[in-house]
């Protein structure tokens, strides 16, 4: 299954300049790994040393934050999106 | 010694908080041309053109995203992210929070590569800047459980290689000390014998919690150092093993950059004080030694009247190779300053830029 991952356009030259892409995967978790080996740049940005969500990093399965996500073993759906977003933070 | 070649382009490298800015301009250094924002966006604590390779090598940070270290070989229109650029462990237990400063190393090292980051530490790269690894010596030193940061982080602001020796290197960071390796940066002693303690709440007679803002080497004896100190000015004669003060004849003791040119007469810019961190009296003035702090003078023909109650950060301060030598600062409102006369008068360049963060030169 194909699904589409959205960045901020901070992060577009870590992904081989593009700001959407997709990646062939299973499953959510199959998806968030596929990202990762697709475009290897992208993951000291998102993750930290002991590969953490960065804590103003903030990554939606659709309209969920997978960081809540009980089960990332979801299987993936025609339309599902990926999109990693800043989160609010002052200002 | 001083380069005298007219044909030769200086490239001025400005980093903000908020990207990069490089200006141009031929040896004569009257007329630049701007080229930037370069990566719009990120916070650059780090620039270095570097001449082996004809690229420009970036520190890039943002709270959001991290640390990263980035490349440009076409003078910031294009960048690329460097694969495995300096990057804590997870079993370190350090953050990379931001790269203070990118060096090269000894001449006869041509692939060699430092970069100071904070948290402090030290990373080096044996294939000109593919690959690196953390000179954790440094991290295991004995002292690391009381190193304590300074107001800006417990940053490794400063990387000095020992023109006579490659195997010597002196880094500083705050508020932590100046620290020297005699084997290329495996072991490591700290050097602060003459420094005050800064008040960091832990005993005094702690061999680190020296605040060093900014740090140089004499380029013409190499066992001959200087520094602006959270508290005063600094020599070593001895290769950092003991510093005494030549703050004297300056207005205040409280300061961050500090550079050094070819011909050895150190620049600083001299603060109202910690608590008051911009220019006394809101003038902007430069000081200069030429005779290795015996005596300062202070330089301002050419820089504003106007109150201008500001800062220069540690690393927004700069001096190019030629003859005579450039120097240029940056300040914390984004104002950028040159002098083509060794800092005898000074104009400012164009534009208005994000809070100025580096400030170094590449002479092509």
């Known amino acids: 299954m194909k699904i589409e991952v959205s960045l901020p356009s901070l992060l577009a030259d870590s992904a081989g300049g593009k700001r959407r892409f997709t990646v062939e995967a299973d499953t959510l978790a199959g998806a968030l790994a596929a990202m990762l080996e697709a475009h290897p740049l992208l993951r000291p940005h998102l993750y930290d040393e002991a590969m953490r969500t960065r804590k103003h990093v903030l990554i939606f399965f659709n309209d969920e934050n997978v960081a809540t996500l009980p089960d990332r073993n979801v299987r993936l759906k025609p339309g599902d999106r990926l999109q990693v977003v800043q989160a609010v933070s002052g200002g | ?364």
């Open chain 2, 1 to 364: 010694m001083p380069t005298k070649s007219k044909s030769r382009r200086v490239v001025l490298l400005v980093g903000t908080v908020k990207g990069a800015f490089l200006y141009h301009s031929d040896a004569r250094r009257k007329k630049w041309t701007m080229t930037g924002p370069h990566l719009p966006g990120w916070e650059i604590y780090s620039l270095c053109g570097d001449p082996r390779r004809n690229r420009i090598l970036a520190g890039t940070s943002s709270f959001v995203y991290g640390t990263t270290l980035r490349e440009s070989s076409d003078l910031g229109k294009t960048w690329k992210q460097v694969k495995a650029g300096p990057a804590y462990s997870a079993e370190s237990g350090f953050e990379l929070k931001h790269i203070w400063q990118i060096v090269p190393g000894h001449p006869s090292e041509p692939g060699t590569w430092y970069a100071g980051v904070e948290e402090a530490g030290l990373f080096v790269s044996r294939d000109d800047g593919k690959t690196w690894q953390e000179l954790d010596g440094l991290t295991k030193h004995p002292s690391r459980k009381l190193w304590f940061p300074g107001n800006g982080g417990m940053c490794l602001h400063t990387i000095l290689v020992d023109p006579a020796n490659p195997l010597r290197l002196w880094v500083a960071a705050s508020a932590i000390g100046v620290f020297r390796s005699d084997d290329g940066g495996k072991t490591w002693e700290t050097k602060n014998r003459g420094l005050p303690t800064v008040p960091t709440g832990q005993p005094a007679e702690l061999e680190v919690g020296r605040c060093v803002h900014k740090m140089v080497l004499d380029p013409h004896r190499p066992g001959t150092l200087y520094q602006q100190f959270h508290g005063g000015v600094f020599r070593s004669d001895d290769a950092g093993d003991s510093w005494r003060s030549i703050a004297a004849g300056l207005p205040g003791n409280f300061g961050f950059p500090m550079v050094v040119t070819a011909r050895g007469d150190v620049f600083i810019v001299p603060l109202h004080s910690d608590e008051q961190r911009f220019m006394a009296q809101g003038a902007l003035k430069v000081y200069r030694t030429c005779d290795r702090g015996r005596t300062w003078r202070a330089l301002a023909r050419g820089l504003p009247t106007d109150p201008h109650y500001v800062g220069v950060l540690r690393d927004a301060m700069a001096t190019d190779p030629l003859d005579p030598a450039g120097v240029y600062l940056g300040t914390t409102s984004g104002e950028v300053f040159a002098s083509a006369d060794n800092g005898d008068s000074w104009t400012r360049l164009p534009g208005n830029l994000p809070r100025i963060t580096t400030v170094k030169t590449w002479v092509r």
